[in-house]
């Protein structure tokens, strides 16, 4: 990672970052056969080249290095980061699987979400956060938005922040609060849908990566992933696009306007029909990069009380959704 991005956790903070499916990270303090010794920004690929492993220290100068003995593990050898406690952290020694800021395993999955299929950098998503454990005073970025929800059979509080000055990615971060030093065969399609339902990600977007790993503000040597493997579920893409619409006024007033509000997929093209008792009206328009799009229309001589549908169609690429709202006139 750069140092636009981990400003979060404690001493040492157990992290599983992205991802979908199942991810299994026993974690221990026990060391490892080593063979490998990686410092500094230094990276390796392990297990058969499907994973990788790099030690990432970003926001510090102080000796810390990693080991790994070549399969799908590593322990924090040695550490001397010593950083605020109100600060970010030193360093991300981690493993993942896909896409990381360009650097790419054999198969590229990523819990970051982009807007692409791939990014040669900073992704322009969102990034999924699952706090395992923590130490310290340390927490999530941005806000706590809800509290204790009961996801998967496990209870998590929910924080969110927005993108900041330094990257434009959103961060969405759910921490157990129920602590745990090692987590196996956790079905992250739950979470992900969790996120979805709250617009913290969009269906459009694309999973590049899955990371498991340490944020390190003071020491951390010994901490250690005993084994770490990612499965995604193999699936086709659905050719339905998302809609959905709403009318600012249900009940307008007679030479008025009412607007069609449609939530779709980012830069869609948009077309509403409304269908008066006098003829239907259209109108076209593109979403915006957030997947918004505003229609207006005028209220002039309708028939009040006439209930008027209004039909909507999105399109993007090859993929296309309908949906429709309505409003019903009233007397001026």
Known sequence: ??????????????????????????????????????????????????????????????????????????????????????GAPGGYPAIYKGCHWGACTNVAYDIWFNQTPTTSGAPNGTELMIWLNHHGPKRPYGHRVASNVSIGGRSYNVWFGGPRARHGWNTVSYTMTTR??????????????????????????????????FELWQGGAGLATNSFSVNVAAGTRSRHLACHAVMSHSHPADHSTTDVVVRTADRAEVTTVAHFKTGNRSRKLRATVHGRAVIPYGVRDALAGYRVRVSVTVRRGSRSGTCSTWFTPRPA
Request: glycine content about 8%; aromatic content about 4%; overall charge neutral.
């Open 1 to 86: 990672m750069t140092s636009v991005n981990r400003a979060l956790a404690l001493p040492a903070v157990l992290l599983l970052a992205g991802g979908i499916l199942a991810v299994s990270l026993p974690v221990s303090s026990k060391a490892a056969t080593t063979t490998t010794t990686l410092c500094n920004s230094q990276t390796a690929p392990v297990g058969g080249g499907a994973y990788t492993i790099g030690n990432n220290e970003w926001g510090s100068g102080a000796p810390e290095c990693i080991t790994t003995d070549g399969s799908a593990d590593f322990t924090v050898a040695n550490s001397s980061i010593a950083k605020a406690r109100d």
């Open 180 to 213: 745990t030093a090692s987590v196996s065969k956790l079905d992250l399609q739950a979470l992900v849908a969790d996120a979805v339902r709250r617009a913290y990600i969009r269906r459009s977007w694309y999973l590049i990566d899955v990371e498991a790993g």
